[in-house]
């Protein structure tokens, strides 16, 4: 494949998945490497007019949240954590030319928004994954942030996901590829999760468990909602689904986590987790 | 269920799904009437906090579409098409306080944004078709509206859905409702469809057909592309696939019709169809 990256690095392409030392994010495409140019369509990038390994090259963090605004302020949030000296006006939309996700970069800390549901985020992270091994991006940490039902957990706790189940309880996502069903490996990084549960006991009053999130298709009738526009199940049914949810090891509901648990484990994102902050149910 | 229309209006509530001459759009759930307010989370409107009937009671069009951006292009040029005395400056995001949806309304024709996939489109009708209902909008025509890929067509040409089939080429939308998988209806209103063709015979040079539009849930491996971070399959397989689709009636493919349509039909909006122009494959 054709890039902006100066030739005499493309000696190092065929063997970087396995680079001594170091975990190269990876793509499981071999036309990939056919292809004389690579649009990331969907983000308003690409490898004949970006310079990606210039402009994503020292991304180590790669935080994804629903919202655009949400991932602006948690952008600028960083900024300041990280104490950098770049103004804070420099942290611009790097795809601007869309207005299908938005992406701030400060420092070694990359944030993109997904909108809402697997189709959506999926979309994202196949571009995602493109753009970080495009830019020869190495051991890479990705982690989803957002809101998301609890179930029998105070509100306000933040849950960290171990593992992602479907509507069904079961640890995988189906994946259609053309007519055919796949199913794949859901399970995050272990020692993630513990360094980020590590992390929440040094803050005060920041409530924190970790426990199985519950990826749905649909907002209203598959989470058990009583309020849209459609709703043939009774409140009684819904409390026994959600208390088998429970008893199975769920302990929060969400819609992304399924597609995010397998496309980062098939594509080398070192470690990965899903952090998340229950606010209704 | 309680709401800012008069209290006087209220003894209409019962039998207006079967008003006299009216087709009014209705909710399917027993529960809504029992709620003393209804928010619509992801629009940024309640019952309480907006006068919804005198907001929205006159809409008799609804567009909807997943980029946010074309949708206010498409509100601005259904402005100009109507002549409308209102200044183009005041058509404003309805939705502006969330960054999920964007909504413009000009006239008796709202637009909205769904973004991408079926949970994401899904979650926004779930509120659009409440919002219609509690501003007691009658005889309403919904139509989706965007790019697709075609499929054994010249590009541009325009393919309004008689039906919307599955990544199977079956004419259905499979809704887990908790942890049960509900089989819904995917058609389509004839009569609107059969009127759009006729619309588009009087545009010079806007080649247009009726067909199947199939609908997936992912852009990259389920539609058969070979640019994805993943891909399993060989050219031959991809090719097969699409033939099979094109002796199945599809002519197109996108990621939100089968959703639209079950949805839709459910709630009584009058007519609806998809009119979706491809743009790849």
Not at 62 to 70: F, H, I, K
Not at 120 to 130: G, P
Not at 223 to 246: H, N, V
């Amino acid at each position: 494949m054709a890039s902006v990256i100066p030739a005499s690095n493309s000696s190092m392409r065929s063997d970087r998945n396995t680079y001594v030392g170091k975990r190269f994010v990876h793509v499981k495409n071999p036309y990939l490497d056919l292809m004389d140019e690579d649009i990331l369509y969907h983000l308003d990038l690409g490898t004949k007019t970006h310079n990606l390994p210039a402009m994503f090259g020292d991304v180590k963090f790669v935080c994804v949240g629903g919202s655009p605004n949400r991932m602006k302020a948690f952008a600028l949030f960083m900024h300041k954590e990280l104490g950098l000296e770049e103004a804070e006006e420099d942290i611009k939309d790097i795809c601007a030319g869309t207005d299908r996700y938005c992406m701030y970069k400060t420092g070694p800390v990359l944030a993109i928004s997904h909108g809402m549901g697997i189709p959506s985020i999926s979309i994202m992270l196949h571009e995602l994954i493109k753009l970080l091994h495009h830019a020869w991006c190495c051991d890479v940490t990705i982690i989803r942030i957002g809101t998301s039902g609890g179930i029998g957990i105070a509100p306000g706790t933040v849950v960290i996901t171990d593992i992602a189940v479907d509507s069904f309880f079961k640890p995988r996502f189906e994946q259609v590829i053309l007519d055919n069903i796949v199913t794949r490996s859901t399970e995050l990084d272990k020692e993630l999760s513990e360094e980020l549960f590590n992390c929440s006991k040094e803050i005060p009053n920041f409530p924190t468990l970790i426990g199985h999130t519950m990826c749905t298709y649909d907002f209203y009738e598959g989470q058990g909602r009583l309020d849209g526009a459609l709703c043939s199940f009774s409140r009684e049914k819904k409390l026994d689904y959600l208390k088998r949810a429970y008893k199975a090891g769920v302990r929060n509901i969400e819609m992304e986590s399924t597609v995010f648990a397998a496309m980062c484990g098939l594509c080398g994102l070192k470690a990965k987790s899903t952090l998340i902050k229950p606010q209704t149910f």
